[in-house]
């Protein structure tokens, strides 16, 4: 059964840093391409970076140049590193495989002053 938990959201100021983090477990994680989406309140969740098992990335605009995707193959786990962030990037965060598998509980990133 595969399962995927994110960890490492929390609050922020505007302009500051977060690196959150998807540790998967059964499945062969390094031939996989993953995904990072968020879903703010009262909206829809919305792809925001993909890692292929090459190690090929990548954004969606409204990301691109401020979040960074990698992922580290021995340690089953993807990151994200978010940088320079805004309030509207106020949601919760969550990974999954680029043909999806069910989805974790997600992690709140809260951007506000």
């Known amino acids: 059964q595969v399962q995927l938990m994110e960890s490492g959201g929390g609050w922020v100021q505007p302009g500051g840093s977060l690196r959150l983090s998807c540790l998967a477990s059964?499945?062969?994680?390094?031939?996989?391409?993953m995904d990072w989406y968020r879903q703010a309140p009262g909206k829809q969740r919305e792809f925001i970076a993909r890692?292929?098992?090459?190690?090929?990335?990548n954004y969606a605009d409204s990301v691109k140049g401020r979040f960074t995707i990698f992922r580290h193959n021995a340690k089953n786990t993807l990151y994200l590193e978010m940088n320079s962030l805004k309030p509207e990037d106020t949601a919760v965060y969550y990974c999954?495989?680029?043909?999806?598998?069910?989805w974790g509980q997600g992690t709140q990133v809260t951007v506000s002053s």
């Open positions: 059964g499945t062969i994680f390094s031939i996989r391409s």
């Open positions: 999954n495989f680029a043909i999806p598998e069910p």
């Open positions: 890692i292929g098992s090459s190690g090929s990335t």
